[in-house]
């Protein structure tokens, strides 16, 4: 080994700022993520519904197209608040199948192979570990829901003139705010799900089980009960529900909106409990 | 004593379990070696010591600063697990540099000192492999390299020769040393006793997740009265030498070596025996070599949680 006849000196550099050090965790996620042909495959199928959108919106904005072609062009095909609901429910679909496959590998590796005690022997806390693992999520998940979604309303927007955008702007802030807090409730759970069950398969399969067992037992619990509450624990018709109201569209879910966002926040709260119970740098001695 | 790592009556427990109780130490620089069974609280009082555990009872100071402030502690204290803990996938050099970046660095600067740090743990040819690919050996010096990236004051290391062959053991020994020469700490958290008593400038011994001694070894070897300290004599008139010895009101017991070319001499004040020994010496009684045979990590191992591990 060579030694260096040297004195001590500590490091006098700049620092970066502390806010920002959880983006350090994302850079080798996503280079691991990308070395699967599945994933790159997978995210770019995600985008045909947006492209088939954005044709749809040029269409509907250009009827004379149609017409050139010999079909009818009537009212039936028109840009309305309910083409970005539908464009929330299957990009939201394509979303819960992304999670499934990447979110199962952020937190466990690392809990598997006793790597906390690295990332916390830093100046860097719990809270910006769950940040910075949440944030692969987050962005992944960004892009292929409310970033071509708010697109797509820039397309329409540029194309239907500055009248159809005063009146329509709240579509963005809907598109924005659903996408969002699903992102949020899905990463989450992802999260709980990969800092709990470190085989990773069964953890992907978990979260789809969640979903499918959830929805399953809240129509049991209805038929049972002769409630509609029970639909408080299908995760997708609660979501519906905050969409519908999001895009003025009438909700048959049957619970409330308040009891859809309180279901969220509750949902949210327990991932992070959970989150919080098994991030730590130590072995907790049973 | 902003030069000190202090623990004030620091106790740790996981709900029921004890992790350590009641310690009280002010740990000086140098190299510091934790000795104890398995389960003792070895690795409890690193954790305390770089705030990865926060004390359920009493107070803690490295250096002046206080483990519950991570951006100040970091920047002078340093921690290297004892278990392998490498995210998959990743280089050596990649493992190093990350860990900097969340440290605060910036890019260049954290690739400068990656690549010195790596150099000092004689890496350098391996960085950019990946760490999947590393013998044990490489595996160790990897984490030590990290460690020691932002050139800490304070190193916490535990178990870090494990899986070391001779040679690279007697290097990073030779980096401890040249680390506790510089006014640094160094504490190592080891099995090997052998190894403890050659680096260690002073032992803290668990038992229970109670400290049982610390100090320098010497020292705590002198306190502990109700074991006699054992010397080994090799002489030319053995027999004649034991008699003369065993005069002596503080020496307990004598034994021949089968030989008959030397003795083993229990007593119970270490000094008066050798001085007792000069005057032997000139008298003619000729003594080839005294050592002390129980005057090390081992003995006081043996001693004192050695006999509370075969009476559990």
């Not at chain 1, 329409?156 to 659903?178: P, R, V």
């Not at chain 1, 809240?218 to 997708?236: E, K, Q």
Request: glycine share 8%; with cysteine; aromatic share 12%.
């Amino acid at each position: 080994m060579a030694v260096y006849k040297r004195t001590y000196a500590a490091y006098e550099g700049s620092l970066t700022p502390a806010w920002s050090r959880f983006l350090i965790l994302p850079r080798y996620s996503f280079a691991r993520l990308w070395q699967s042909r599945f994933l790159v495959m997978f995210f770019m199928a995600c985008f045909f519904y947006p492209l088939g959108c954005v044709g749809y919106i040029y269409l509907a904005n250009n009827l004379s197209v149609l017409s050139s072609f010999g079909v009818p062009a009537g009212n039936f095909i028109k840009v309305e608040p309910s083409l970005f609901l539908y464009f929330c429910w299957v990009q939201a679909a394509f979303t819960y199948l992304l999670t499934a496959f990447v979110g199962p590998s952020l937190v466990s590796p690392d809990l598997v192979n006793g790597a906390m005690p690295l990332y916390f022997c830093r100046p860097f806390s719990r809270a910006e570990y769950i940040a910075g693992k949440m944030s692969v999520l987050v962005f992944l998940l960004s892009l292929v829901t409310w970033a071509p979604g708010l697109i797509l309303f820039t397309i329409q927007a540029s194309l239907a003139g500055w009248e159809w955008t005063k009146a329509n702007l709240w579509i963005a802030g809907s598109l924005f705010i659903g996408l969002m807090v699903w992102i949020l409730m899905l990463s989450l759970l992802a999260l709980a799900l990969s800092a709990w069950v470190k085989w990773k398969i069964a953890a992907g399969g978990l979260l789809l089980g969640v979903f499918f067992a959830g929805a399953g037992f809240g129509t049991a619990l209805n038929s049972v009960m002769r409630t509609s509450y029970g639909s408080l624990l299908n995760l997708t018709e609660v979501m519906f529900t905050i969409w519908s109201k999001l895009f003025s569209w009438p909700s048959d879910t049957g619970i409330s909106l308040e009891a859809s966002w309180i279901c969220v926040a509750v949902v949210c709260a327990v991932c992070l409990w959970l989150l919080v119970r098994r991030v730590r740098a130590f072995e907790v001695v049973k | 004593m902003n030069d000190r790592i202090i623990l004030d009556n620091v106790s740790r427990f996981y709900g029921e379990v004890l992790g350590v109780n009641r310690v009280t130490l002010s740990v000086p620089p140098g190299i510091t070696s934790l000795v104890g069974p398995n389960g003792s609280g070895k690795t409890t009082l690193m954790n305390l010591i770089t705030g990865l555990v926060r004390p359920t009872r009493g107070s803690i100071q490295v250096l002046g600063i206080s483990p519950s402030d991570p951006e100040r502690l970091f920047r002078v204290c340093a921690y290297a697990t004892q278990f392998d803990s490498f995210p998959r996938g990743m280089t050596g050099f990649q493992f190093v540099y990350s860990y900097l970046r969340l440290s605060g660095m910036s890019h260049d600067d954290c690739e400068r000192t990656t690549a010195f740090a790596i150099g000092r743990v004689n890496l350098g040819e391996a960085a950019h492999r990946k760490i999947a690919g590393y013998s044990k050996g490489m595996r160790q010096r990897i984490k030590l390299a990290q460690a020691i990236a932002h050139d800490p004051r304070v190193l916490v290391l535990d178990e870090p020769l494990n899986g070391l062959d001779p040679l690279v053991r007697a290097e990073t020994i030779a980096l401890f040393r040249e680390f506790a020469a510089e006014g640094r700490h160094v504490i190592v958290s080891s099995h090997i006793l052998h190894e403890v008593d050659t680096i260690s400038d002073q032992v803290i011994l668990l038992s229970n997740g109670y400290v049982v001694a610390e100090g320098k070894i010497h020292g705590v070897r002198e306190e502990m009265s109700e074991h006699p300290m054992q010397v080994i004599i090799r002489c030319t008139r053995a027999n004649v030498l034991a008699s003369r010895v065993f005069e002596q009101d503080h020496v307990v017991e004598v034994r021949l070596h089968a030989d008959g070319g030397g003795l083993l001499v229990k007593t119970r004040d270490a000094d008066r025996f050798y001085r007792a020994l000069n005057h032997l010496a000139l008298d003619g009684v000729g003594i080839e070599s005294v050592a002390p045979a129980d005057d090390n990590v081992n003995s006081l191992y043996e001693y004192l949680i050695g006999g509370e591990e075969s009476t559990r």
